[in-house]
């Protein structure tokens, strides 16, 4: 009996020694544990990025590789902890899967955060302002600024008459297809996206009601915005512009040439032109209506809403003639004689003349 009891004193001796040992290394295991968790959270949900002014934005092309992403961030020090980054950069596959186009950085910005935006792809959009153009390449040069296709990729296909096609246009009248304003696109839009979301700006502007509006004055939308282009670089005054509309629009009515200077101007390629020469009226072009008849092939830049408006509501009136004012307020008198607008035009020259303007 004595035997059993020390035998099993010895045992649970044994099993309390052992459950110690047990106790502790799982003590030690959960420190180990908790501290790997704590790392583990720390290097995921920390702040890990700082940018001066507090907001960057990085553009990351269609053509970058994942070394190129990396020199994006560390050429600027917007990656505080490079190590740590790249790591859970690593763990989540990134260098497979990110994704192009423009990301904005905040300071403060964890590397769950970052990495999570570069892999859904959560980029920022970019404003692309078409303003105050007036030829192809000013266009392209324009977008080619704003978003990732360069101005080459945009001129091709603007003078690409498949594409043109595409809208029922051709690539003289293609401009015609814009129309000034601010839109919001991602910056690696592609140039074919871009056009056909232009189409569907153009469609929604050339509502039933302006379709009608052009059927009754005899034009088409394509024609409106060419003429609706001279109008534009006649007058920059919007309560002008139907009655210079109407001028042109009688003179079509009646087939004369419509004898727009911008339109030479336009044809000699020379935008600081003040004053036109007698012989560059002359000058060979069919954007030329000093030479032939009708409307030129295209605009001559892309026409605002406000001179489209004007020609689509041009006021009714018998003016065949205008002519800028001598005051050079911007404005414009107005005749339905050739003796009345010669005169007004001998006094637009004297005052030309008295500011030595020759050109």
């Known amino acids: 009996m004595a035997y059993y009891h020390s ?3 010895g045992y649970r001796k044994k099993k309390s020694k052992w459950r110690k040992y047990f106790f502790g290394i799982f003590f030690i295991l959960v420190l180990l544990g908790g501290a790997a968790a704590y790392w583990f959270f ?5 702040p890990n990025t700082w940018v001066k002014g507090d907001t960057a934005y990085v553009k990351i092309s269609s053509q970058t590789d994942y070394q190129g992403l990396l020199d994006s961030l560390y050429s600027r020090g ?3 902890h490079r190590d740590n980054f790249e790591w859970w950069a690593n763990i989540k ?6 994704k192009p186009g423009n990301y904005k950085i905040t300071s403060g910005m964890s590397n769950k955060s970052l990495v999570n935006m570069f892999l859904a792809g959560l980029q920022e959009p970019v404003n692309v302002v078409i303003n105050n153009i007036r030829t192809k390449a000013e266009l392209a040069s324009k977008l080619g600024k704003q978003l990732e296709p360069d101005s080459v990729n945009f001129i091709f296909a603007l003078n690409d008459m498949r594409i043109a096609e595409k809208y029922g246009l051709n690539t003289e009248n293609i401009l015609t297809l814009f129309l000034p304003n601010t839109y919001e696109f991602y910056w690696n839009t592609t140039v074919e996206r871009f056009l056909d979301r232009m189409y569907k700006e153009h469609q929604k502007f050339w509502n039933d009601k302006r379709r009608a509006l052009a059927e009754k004055i005899g034009l ?5 915005s060419i003429l609706a282009s001279i109008v534009e670089k006649e007058t920059n005054k919007n309560d002008e512009k139907p009655k210079i509309a109407s001028v042109y629009l009688n003179r079509l009515r009646r087939n004369w040439r419509l004898q727009a200077d911008p339109t030479v101007v336009f044809a000699l390629q020379d935008f600081t032109i003040r004053r036109l020469l007698t012989e560059q009226l002359a000058y060979d072009s069919p954007y030329n209506t000093y030479k032939y008849e009708g409307l030129p ?3 001559i830049c892309i026409p605002g809403v406000a001179s489209i408006d004007a020609v689509l509501h041009a006021e009714e009136t018998n003016y065949m003639y205008f002519c800028a004012k001598d005051d050079f307020s911007g404005y ?4 339905k004689t050739a003796a009345g607008h010669a005169l007004n035009a001998r006094k637009y020259r004297r005052a030309l003349n008295r500011r030595k303007i020759m050109r």
Do not use: C, M, W
């Not at 596959?93 to 990110?98: A, E, I, P, Q, T």
């Not at 414009?332 to 005749?335: E, K, L, W």
């Open 42 to 46: 720390h290097i995921i949900n920390e």
């Open 93 to 98: 596959k990134l260098d497979r899967n990110f």
């Open 78 to 80: 917007i990656i505080i």
């Open 7 to 9: 035998q099993y004193a």
């Open 297 to 299: 092939p295209g605009p």
């Open 220 to 224: 088409s939308p394509t024609e409106v």
């Open 332 to 335: 414009h008198v107005f005749a």
